[in-house]
């Protein structure tokens, strides 16, 4: 694989860490600034509807500018907002850094999966991505678990401040491997719009916010229902988020090949795999063991959709791919929000924590609706 997907990688992995360590660090946080966890749940969802939001305004905004440039502009955005997160004296300025780093988060990944893919021959686009990917998924195993640990010793300030300093430095990676890559000559707005008029593109969209929206309305609180339901202490929690990130990165890898040679067949079984598995937790969580097998399993079935979700967009928008590719990554965080809010209402009204899994299961049974119409042949 060229080396630009690995620069690509690095900056996956800085994003990956700012947008997840959030999870493991949510009641220290909330305990930290007085607030209590539903709010502090705003953390995330904020940063998801900055992704949303910034998705097509970057995307479009930036159709003429050439592609190294404005790849190496979006990581030093990640540096300013993580810098003012980490600095951040209440929760009003910390909230504001979240969004202001996420508003970087769509186009970055919607940009760099369209670079990506371009490195490689059409039939090893989905493996591509996967690599990209790839840096996400390694946050967790790396990044997060190595940030809460840091943010329970030593305050979680610090480690934003050494995130925004990765991101950084992955800039300056980017800046030093990628060639300049002029904007194409077809990416004008109303050309990436006319994208949008596809149905396949909306069931797509559709398909990536609720198939992978179930996830966070377990995710999001996953610190809380450790911590409650399975009794764990700070230390093993963040053991368990490791255990999670490898999970990811094996979902990744695999269903990068799988997508390549069966991109419909391989959504579809992920899909129904991870609303089992999101059932299965409802169960298993009062359990340290069957809940840390179960987390591992709906780890590899969480990312093992991004491949084909990310492959199907760019398909689907052939022609246009650049504002679609993002907006799927919004999509993606359109999900994220969403999960979080309702696994907030479920906690505020009462709900046992188990609810939340039994929610999110419901939640990606509607992605998995998509798919299958999406699978049909009259938007083939």
């Known amino acids: 694989m060229p080396i630009q997907l690995y620069a690509l990688a690095l900056g996956a992995f800085a ?34 509807l900055g992704v949303l939001v910034g998705a097509p305004i970057m995307t479009l905004g930036t159709t003429k500018v050439d592609r190294k440039t404005l790849l190496v502009s979006l990581m030093s955005l990640f540096f300013i907002g ?5 600095l951040a004296p209440n929760y009003g300025v910390l909230l504001a850094g979240r969004i202001v780093s996420s508003l970087m988060h769509g186009a970055f990944f919607g940009v760099g999966a369209v670079v990506g893919a371009s490195l490689v021959p059409k039939e090893k686009q989905a493996r591509a991505l996967a690599l990209m990917f790839s840096g996400l998924a390694l946050s967790n195993i790396v990044g997060v678990p190595l940030g809460t640990a840091i943010g329970q010793w030593a305050g979680w300030r610090v480690t934003f401040i050494l995130v925004s300093l990765l991101g950084l430095a992955a800039g300056g990676l980017l800046f030093g491997v990628l060639k300049r890559q002029a904007a194409d000559a077809s990416g004008s707005v109303a050309n990436e719009l006319s994208a949008l008029m596809r149905p396949r593109v909306w069931l797509a969209l559709g398909t990536t916010t609720f198939g992978f929206g179930g996830v966070f ?26 255990i999670f990130g490898i999970g990811l990165t094996l979902g ?11 991109l419909s067949l391989a959504l579809i079984g992920v ?72 696994g907030g209402l479920l906690i505020g009204a009462g709900f046992p924590l188990p609810a939340l899994a039994l929610a999110g299961a419901g939640v990606s049974s509607i992605g998995l609706i998509f798919a299958l119409i999406g699978r049909s042949s009259q938007f083939r």
């Open 82 to 86: 993580n810098l003012m997160a980490g």
């Open 15 to 48: 994003i990956g860490t700012t947008e997840f360590v959030v999870m493991g660090l949510l009641p220290q946080m909330a305990t930290d600034l007085a607030i209590s966890i539903p709010v502090a749940g705003l953390l995330v969802s904020g940063y998801a």
């Open 217 to 242: 309305v377990v995710w999001t609180y996953i610190a809380p229902i450790l911590g409650t339901a399975t009794g764990l202490s700070p230390e093993w929690i963040t053991g368990v988020l490791f």
């Open 252 to 262: 990744n890898h695999f269903m990068g090949r799988w997508a390549d040679k069966s």
């Open 271 to 342: 899909l129904v795999a991870l609303i089992g598995l999101l059932a299965l937790f409802s169960v298993t969580m009062a359990f340290f063991v069957p809940a840390t097998v179960t987390i591992f399993l709906m780890g590899m079935a969480a990312f093992g959709t991004i491949p084909p979700l990310q492959i199907g967009i760019m398909q689907a928008a052939k022609g246009a791919p650049n504002l679609s590719s993002a907006l799927n990554i919004g999509a993606f965080n359109l999900g994220n929000a969403g999960g979080a809010w309702i």
